[in-house]
Nanobody, 122 residues
Framework: QVQLVESGGGLVQPGGSLRLSCAASDHTFSALAIGWFRQVPGKEREFVASIGVRGSTYYSDSVKGRFTISRDNAKNTAYLQMDSLKPEDTAVYYC????????????????WGRGTQVTVSS
């Protein structure tokens, strides 16, 4: 399984921005779809965004227009640009990988990183 490492989390004020990175250890990154999910204590992990191998993107309604998912195959890295952050975006953010096609179902992803904490607070 490919190993994934998330980074870029931190504390930001409401309305601010962060960019999360998801670095993959595997040179087959270009054949992998990447998904970002988030989780708060006591709640299920929820879908945020996903990108397929050909660049097709999907977003949850709660982040559409504020978050942008992208990928750089040369760097084996996917990104989640988060703008206009709200307190309700506070969560641990995880990236997952699966073959080819983007998905909003966490059960479709076989590899996961350990997560990075995002806290939106004044």
């Amino acid at each position: 399984q490919v190993q994934l490492v998330e980074s870029g989390g931190g504390l930001v004020q409401p309305g601010g921005s962060l960019r999360l990175s998801c670095a993959a250890s595997d040179h087959t990154f270009s054949a992998l779809a990447i998904g970002w999910f988030r989780q708060v204590p006591g709640k299920e992990r929820e879908f945020v965004a996903s990108i397929g191998v050909r660049g097709s993107t999907y977003y949850s309604d709660s982040v559409k227009g504020r978050f942008t998912i992208s990928r750089d195959n040369a760097k084996n890295t996917a990104y989640l640009q988060m703008d206009s952050l709200k307190p309700e975006d506070t969560a641990v953010y995880y990236c997952g990988a699966r073959s080819f096609f983007a998905s909003n179902n966490q059960g479709d992803f076989g590899s996961w990183g350990r997560g990075t904490q995002v806290t939106v607070s004044s």
